[in-house]
């Protein structure tokens, strides 16, 4: 009895000796790694940080790190990694962990310091940098930075007064200084991007906005701040990229939630407005675009923005006379935009009013002289008024320029009847119809004819002898298909309106 008892005991003891084997196995490779292994680690941590593989390297450092927590060294050359691929707060525990665990390490004190001094802690960086100074006197560097340290604090006093008495400009001119020794302070930048707005230059604060939304952890207000001047230039698609930003760290945040809402509905109409114009389908833009005044009245670009469009489908609609209304308002609200003042132009063009289009193509070229749109406008603009004050067809049939070809041998046949020669009886009248229906035929011929059309409409009169190859000839008008049925005296025909 007694020896089976001791076999049990026995078999326990053995079962627990070896639970606890593996357990050492088990707890060894969890808790730490052996000394050839950390090694590893660290060499190879090195020699990818060298090759610049940052991530490989931190990799490795996060395994030496684990494998031996009590090593001043892993933690400050984790921190280097750190420092390399930009993460300046992941960097600054481990310069702490590495100051603690060797309080006599200058290097981590030193970088810890210059971090902080970039971040804008000024009294923290003092510490540090006097702490080396404590233990090396001589120590340049240490020196070099504990004045600027000094002198960062006084320039933060000076600008937070300038901006206190409402001196802006002497607040962005200190905050320059600031900025350039503490680039990683997001309060400064933040400072500095609120006096740009006062100082009505909201693209300079968008430049400030943007890296310090990424210099704090949570920064809904800088988002939404963003979004809200993005909105503001008409700069939608950013604004809705920002705003969501806001969004992604709380989505419950009201402010950011009803910005979003507005912004999200606008940019959409715009967007279809735009798809719409591209689809040729101008009168639903026209629509869409009043739909945007409607969805935000408050700013100005969206309104000038839907103007202008409107103006440009308008004209696309051959619509000249309300064109020209449009138009004329939206240049009101936007003296130097060339895009109006060339639709204004198109417009006036529709409108047979020649000398109106060059003013205003001359106007756009004022304000864009290299734009090849605009001088190509004007240069047809040009020849149009030179060839209305010679003979202008649309001007004999009493048609638009945007008339079809319907409309033109309708308006040709009313002409041709009414200044038929044979409808007047004196040789005076007879020569005065004769020629008014030598324009009228021309006319009808030019306007009929596509490829005539196009060049009439470019500036060049076909029929003009000037503009014939060979050129000469006599200054008279002659008949457009190569005869006169009207030479030879009396005659009689029946005219045939085709």
Request: aromatic share 8%; charged share 30%.
């Amino acid at each position: 009895m007694d020896s089976g008892r001791r076999r049990g005991l026995n078999s326990v003891l053995s079962s627990l000796s070896l639970l606890c084997v593996v357990l050492d196995l088990q707890l060894d490779g969890v808790l730490g790694a052996t000394p050839v292994e950390i090694e590893h680690h660290l060499e190879m941590g090195r020699k990818l940080l060298a090759a610049g593989q940052l991530a490989e390297a931190l990799s490795h450092y996060h395994s030496a790190v684990e494998g031996d927590s009590k090593n001043y060294l892993t933690y400050y050359k984790r921190a280097a990694v750190f420092l390399a691929m930009g993460k300046s707060k992941s960097a600054l525990p481990d310069l702490t962990h590495a100051i603690q665990l060797k309080p006599d390490f200058l290097a981590a004190r030193l970088q810890r310091g210059n971090i902080l001094l970039k971040q804008g802690s000024t009294q923290e960086a003092r510490e540090d940098f006097q702490a080396v100074l404590k233990r090396s006197p001589d120590h340049e560097e240490a020196h070099d930075q504990l004045h600027k340290a000094d002198e960062l604090e006084l320039l933060q006093e000076e600008a937070h007064e300038a901006n206190h008495r409402g001196d802006y400009t002497t607040t962005v001119q200190v905050l320059e200084r600031v900025i350039e020794l503490s680039p990683w302070d997001p309060e400064s930048r933040e400072l500095r991007a609120e006096c740009y707005i006062r100082l009505g230059e909201p693209r300079k604060a968008i430049m400030d906005l943007t890296p310090a939304t990424r210099l704090r952890a949570d920064n809904r207000a800088g988002f939404l701040k963003l979004s809200q001047l993005h909105y503001s230039l008409g700069e939608h698609h950013d604004s809705l990229n920002h705003v969501r930003e806001c969004l992604k760290l709380d989505q419950d945040d009201k402010e950011c939630f009803a910005h979003y809402k507005q912004v999200k509905k606008l940019s959409k109409q715009l967007d279809s407005a735009e798809e719409l114009i591209s689809e040729q389908r101008y009168q639903e833009a026209i629509e869409k675009y009043e739909s945007v005044m409607r969805t935000e009245p408050n700013v100005a670009f969206y309104t000038n923005k839907a103007k202008e469009r409107i103006c440009f489908c308008l004209v696309k609609m051959t619509s000249a006379e309300e064109a020209v209304d449009i138009c004329s308002e939206a240049h009101q609200r936007e003296p130097q935009n060339i895009h109006i003042l060339r639709d204004r132009a198109e417009a006036y063009i529709l409108l047979q009013e020649y000398e109106k289009a060059v003013e205003d193509y001359q106007e756009a070229r004022e304000f864009d002289q290299e734009n090849q749109e605009i001088r190509e406008g004007l240069n047809r603009a040009q020849k149009l008024l030179k060839l209305s004050r010679k003979r202008d067809y649309y001007k004999i049939l009493g048609v638009s320029r945007s008339a079809n070809k319907q409309e033109i041998i309708k308006a040709y046949r009313k002409l041709a009847q009414q200044w038929h020669p044979d409808n007047f009886q004196s040789e005076a009248d007879k020569k005065e119809a004769e020629k008014k229906f030598i324009d009228i035929a021309s006319a009808k011929e030019v306007l009929t004819d596509p490829e005539m059309r196009q060049k009439f409409d470019s500036g060049e009169d076909p029929l003009d002898p000037e503009n014939q190859q060979g050129g000469g000839g006599g200054g008279g008008r002659e008949w457009p298909f190569g005869f006169n049925p009207f030479e030879g005296g009396n005659f009689h025909f029946k005219f045939q309106y085709n």
